[in-house]
């Protein structure tokens, strides 16, 4: 029998060592079935703080060992439900009904989660120059996107400088509604220097502390700020001076703190030089003032010192996300690497971007709130609709066509179109942020989406621009050519995924050319 054990033993032991190799790193490393949809960047490990610059941890932090906190964010979704643009728009990438049947899967896999958005959510760059008819709908949506926040348990949100497009009184609206706090530490009321929101939050997380700080982006133009309140005009203070005032009395207060900044890398990186104590930025991207809708790998995170500064795409297509297990008292580091397990005693951030694809299903309670929303055709009072006193300018399609035949027949055999019938597929065709670029001369010619019929499809007037002289006169009122401008009100990086080059997708839509004598 001891001969036998004997034999055993190497087994045995041989067992037991690949036991707690191969335990840890089912423990440690394997990501949730949402995390691996997202896409992983390798980055090397790095402190986020000195231990010169650790802060005084509060008397309240946590004594046990190690905790786990699921961080995910959002940033730029402009307004959107869905994906503008998206070739898989039947199955609505990125909406927000999907967002939340992630949210509801990630809350099973993960008991600790804080849920943050780092502005720029209600309105897009383009709602400014909405008319009065176009801005209750909007006002709508906007609750609406409120509300689903409230609902898969948004915890804070940064004011971004489209948050206030249509005037601060609805963005406080929204505000009242909301279960969460709305953040800017730099918005203030020109009069009295007072803040409008409150600077930041301290959430609770399961007994950790997560800190956020606010920054709206510092560069607005000041005829902006005075029109969004004109009783009341608003002023923008310095991101960094208030990063520097604030920060350290936060980082005291937290164990983990957040930086949620609208401003552009280049002033998030100074603020990230400029001010010890900052764990995570969730940077928006801003690309010549504009924010970029589609975030490529490599500016997906950068490593700023003790900072880390992440991104993910905009319209709510990814979330991001950050697994943090956070050991008290040990220095946290950045790991990405899923081959190898952390060295002990040191909290770590695995960092990933989920993807909000078709198999994440129609989450049914928010689903409930945006076909309501779809629904609503009373958000266009039809009987209080104003004058259109362009109608008379467009000819239509069916005009064209009495001399046009060839070309006619060419258009009818493109995307153009059957462009009205696919807002009509995913139940758009109510949405005035939708139909403008899928029909002819809206707000200029029709209004209310019943008396569409002549106007459906993108028509030859979207691209060639009006002439209303031209049948009568055709000589002396030929049609022009097409310009890339006239391309571009549609076909921009907001609203397409793919890069619009004009001189190839021009060959897709370009008429057979005219037979003159």
Not at 77 to 91: A, L, S, T, W
Not at 99 to 123: E, P, V
Not at 192 to 202: C, G
């Amino acid at each position: 029998m001891k001969t036998s054990m004997l034999r055993s033993a190497p087994k045995l032991l041989a067992i037991f060592v690949l036991a707690a190799l191969v335990l840890p790193a089912l423990v440690e490393d394997s990501p949730s079935a949402e995390a691996k949809l997202g896409t992983t960047s390798e980055v090397k490990s790095r402190p986020l703080m000195g231990d010169d610059d650790a802060p005084t941890v509060p008397d309240s932090t946590p004594s046990a060992e190690s905790q786990n906190l699921f961080l995910v964010y959002s940033v730029n979704n402009v307004g959107y439900i869905d994906v503008c643009g998206c070739k898989r728009k039947k199955v609505r990438q990125g909406s927000l009904t999907r967002r939340a049947s992630y949210l509801k899967q990630a809350k099973f896999h993960h008991d600790n989660i804080c849920l943050l958005d780092g502005g720029n959510t209600l309105f897009g760059p383009d709602d400014g120059k909405a008319k009065d008819f176009e801005k209750k709908q909007l006002k709508e949506k906007a609750k609406l996107i409120v509300e689903s926040y409230t609902r898969r348990g948004y915890q804070s949100m940064l004011v971004g400088h489209h948050d206030i497009t249509l005037g601060l009184e609805i963005l406080q609206e929204c505000e009242k509604m909301a279960k969460f706090p709305f953040l800017s530490a730099n918005m203030r009321y020109k009069d009295d220097n007072s803040r409008v929101f409150a600077p930041t939050t301290v959430v609770e997380c399961k007994g950790l502390k997560v800190g956020v700080l606010g920054l709206t982006i510092d560069t607005i133009p000041e005829y902006y700020l005075e029109r969004a309140n004109p009783d009341r005009p608003l002023v923008l203070t310095k991101a960094i001076d208030e990063a520097k005032s604030l920060i350290p009395e936060l980082r005291s207060q937290c164990d983990i703190l957040v930086l949620l900044s609208a401003n552009s890398a280049e002033t998030n990186r100074e603020i990230a030089a400029a001010v010890p104590g900052i764990d995570v930025i969730v940077d928006p991207l801003i690309e010549l003032g504009n924010h970029k809708v589609w975030v490529d790998e490599e500016l997906s995170m950068e490593q700023l010192g003790e900072t880390l500064m992440v991104r993910t795409d905009a319209q709510g297509a990814r979330l991001g996300t950050l697994d943090i297990d956070w050991i008290d008292g040990g220095r946290p580091m950045v790991s990405l690497s899923f081959d190898s397990a952390p060295p002990a005693g040191r909290s770590t951030y695995w960092y990933e971007r989920a993807s909000m694809e078709p198999h994440l299903l129609e989450d049914p309670d928010i689903m409930g709130l945006v076909e309501a929303f779809r629904k609503g055709s009373a958000f266009v009072n039809i009987d209080a609709l104003p004058e259109l006193p362009h109608k008379d300018k467009y000819l239509t399609a069916s005009t064209c066509s009495m001399c046009h035949v060839e070309q006619t027949d060419f258009w009818k055999g493109t995307t153009h179109a059957d462009a009205f019938a696919s807002l009509v597929e995913t139940g758009d065709q109510w949405r005035q942020d939708c139909i403008a670029c899928h029909v002819l001369g809206y707000g200029q010619a029709f209004i209310a989406p019943e008396e569409a019929e002549p106007y459906k499809n993108v028509q030859c007037e979207n691209c060639h621009g009006l002439n209303p002289g031209h049948p009568q006169d055709p000589v002396n009122h030929p049609w022009g050519a097409v310009k890339e401008t006239s391309c571009l009100t549609c076909h921009n990086k907001n609203q397409t995924r793919i890069d619009f080059v004009f001189s190839r997708e021009r060959r897709k839509v370009a008429c057979p050319p005219l037979k003159r004598n």
